[in-house]
């Protein structure tokens, strides 16, 4: 079922027409209050106790792993998704020789570690071109060789919107070996993913976009085969027995069990966990299969208004997510200063690449949609 409009849990001007989660999503008054109230704790720290160091970050550690379909376990508390893609590339294995897969134009996060990896061991980076059809799954597939070590992808190709069928990618890598790791931050929590089923060996998404939650923030899925990996700092508290503060001198070889090994150094930020997990908790509640759903109907109606203006949806696309490239009889790239025209209508949308990139939430209305097709209309 679709799900009607949300923008009251929001604090959008009536005047804006914000169609740019993909660049950072508004925080809901629900995760600005979680987030004041861990900002408090700091206020009068005598409140504060040695449990509650843990407390929040479990109950973030929970529902993240809801979303990502693993367990508790299996997630690690990241400050971004190159922290994550960092963890990744320093624990899987690559030898002279072995080749790592990434698509033409991936955002730089999943792109530099693996370079800087590759250039350690000899290795190379395979960079994929941007097929004509879209179809990046045929392409990866295509690719893919018995040197294969990494494929490195994410769900949503961040300016195309175009959309990977990851669980054919781990089929393949199954049979030919070789690790597959994602970036979901343009994806996590408004398109279907489950990592029980896709099986990477690392996923990681960043919260302040589709996860709508606090900037800094991020969570990491760890394959249970890489628990014993060496994390990217020897902080403190994933060692064994940090609970106990009198005791933490008694220095331990031990980690925390599962993933918690690779959170990051003061992850007991309250204000970030609470934030993070009354978005989260938001997002469950709706269901992601619902947001996409909904989404997907937004997403539709701009892409068959705005087609005969000349601007192209990706073929084979996620359904919340529109990276519009021009293909007109009149123009065949952006105008000049669109963005800014756009902005002083307050109507915000991004370029990224070639592609006009326009990211509604359920905090877009109709109006909103009627307003930025009738702007393009003009300014086309
Ligand atoms: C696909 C993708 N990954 C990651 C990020 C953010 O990366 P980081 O958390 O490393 O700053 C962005 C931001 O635009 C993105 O589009």
């Not at 925390?256 to 993070?276: C, I, L, T, Y």
Request: proline share 6%; with cysteine.
């Amino acid at each position: 079922m679709p799900i009607p409009n949300q923008r009251h849990l929001f604090s959008i001007p009536e005047s804006h027409a914000y169609l740019n989660t993909a660049y950072m999503s508004p925080l809901m008054h629900s995760v600005v209050s979680a987030m004041e109230s861990g900002l408090q704790e700091k206020v009068s720290p005598w409140n504060y106790k040695a449990e509650q160091f843990f407390t929040d970050v479990e109950i973030a550690r929970g529902l993240a792993a809801q979303v990502f379909g693993t367990a508790p376990q299996n997630i690690a508390i990241v400050p971004s998704a190159s922290y994550g893609i960092q963890t990744a590339a320093n624990n899987l294995p690559l030898r002279a020789g072995q080749n790592i897969l990434v698509l033409e134009n991936q955002f730089p996060s999943h792109i530099y570690p693996w370079q800087a990896k590759a250039a350690e061991v000899g290795a190379q980076v395979r960079i994929l071109p941007i097929p004509k059809d879209d179809d990046w799954t045929r392409v990866v597939l295509s690719a893919m060789d018995a040197k294969t070590a990494v494929v490195a992808v994410p769900h949503t190709h961040w300016s195309t919107g175009a959309t990977l069928d990851l669980l054919a990618i781990r089929e393949a890598l199954d049979a030919e070996g070789g690790a597959l790791v994602l970036d979901l931050t343009q994806s996590l929590g408004a398109q279907v993913f489950d990592a029980s089923v896709v099986r990477p060996d690392f996923a990681v998404a960043a919260t302040y976009k589709w996860l709508l939650g606090p900037y800094s923030c991020g969570f990491l899925y760890v394959d249970p085969k890489w628990h014993g990996g060496r994390p990217l700092e020897e902080n403190w508290i994933n060692r064994a027995g940090s609970e106990d503060f009198g005791g933490l001198t008694r220095y331990q070889s031990d980690y925390q069990s599962g993933a918690v090994r690779f959170d990051m150094g003061e992850k007991s930020n309250p204000a970030q966990m609470r934030g993070a997990w009354a978005a989260l908790r938001q997002i469950l509640d709706w269901g992601v299969e619902s947001i996409a759903e909904t989404l997907l109907l937004k997403t539709k109606q701009l892409e068959s208004e705005l087609e005969p203006l000349g601007l192209r949806a990706a073929k084979i696309r996620a359904p919340h997510y529109l990276g519009l490239r021009v293909d007109g009889v009149k123009q065949t790239s952006l105008p000049e200063g669109l963005l800014q025209t756009l902005a002083d209508q307050h109507i915000y949308v991004s370029a990224r690449g070639p592609a006009l990139r326009v990211t509604p939430h359920l905090y877009t209305s109709d109006k909103d949609i009627d307003r930025l097709i009738e702007a393009l209309k003009r300014a086309l």
